[in-house]
Structure formats: C-alpha cells, structure tokens
C-alpha cells in the first residue's frame, strides 16, 4: 500500500512562508499528477496546485504568484512553497498523488494525512 508522509505544517505570522513536503513512498511504478489541497475551517476542500509528471504547474487564483509547487522525481516528493501568507491562507493542507503501483493495472488516486498551516498574529 502506498503511503504519503507530509511534513513542515506550522503556525506562522501574516507575511511568512512555509514549505511543505510530501513523499510517497511503498511500492510504486510511476506517479503522474501530483497536487496540494487544503481545506480551511468551514470551508469546502479546495485544490491548490497541481503538477504533471513532466513538471508543468497550474494553479488556483488565490495563490497564484505566492505558493509555487514542484515535485522530486527521484525521491517521490512533492513540495509547496508558500511565500507572504495571510490569515485566509489557514487551513489544513493535503497532498495528492496519482500513482500506478503496476505496469498491467490503472493507477490510483492517494491522500496524505493532512498537515495544519495557520497564519495569525
């Protein structure tokens, strides 16, 4: 079974950055699409950025310019940096990950355990 370990969530002032990590790790033949979500309180999840097995990036309105996603092939891990976080960018934040643990099988679609961001004074 694969699993996906986040790290680097934490409490951080308006203005801060932060980067999150999420390694896969299990057995593992390929990985496509990889992504960041995040769910604030109250709110609906939400999807962050997302990132194709060759690299290519797109990501939500709200974060565009601030948040950059990229992904270690090599290693299995994709991180999220976040730069000048505000208040609105609290919530908890998930990692996602397409992956095909045969060649002859589909891929399937796994989750992190989530990890807490909060940006306040």
């Known amino acids: 079974q694969v699993q996906l370990v986040e790290s680097g969530g934490d409490l951080v002032q308006p203005g801060g950055s932060l980067r999150l990590s999420c390694a896969a790790s299990?057995?593992?033949?390929?990985?496509?699409?990889m992504a960041w979500y995040r769910q604030g309180p109250g709110k609906a999840r939400e999807l962050v950025a997302t990132i194709t097995s060759l690299g290519s990036t797109n990501y939500a309105d709200s974060v565009k310019g601030r948040f950059t996603i990229s992904r270690d092939n090599a290693k299995n891990t994709v991180f999220l940096q976040m730069n000048n976080l505000a208040p609105e960018d609290t919530a908890v934040y998930y990692c996602?990950?397409?992956?095909?643990?045969?060649?002859?099988?589909?891929?399937?679609?796994?989750w992190g355990q989530g990890t807490q961001v909060t940006v306040s004074s």
């Open positions: 299990g057995t593992i033949f390929n990985i496509y699409n």
């Open positions: 996602w990950a397409d992956i095909r643990q045969q060649r002859f099988l589909r891929s399937s679609a796994y």
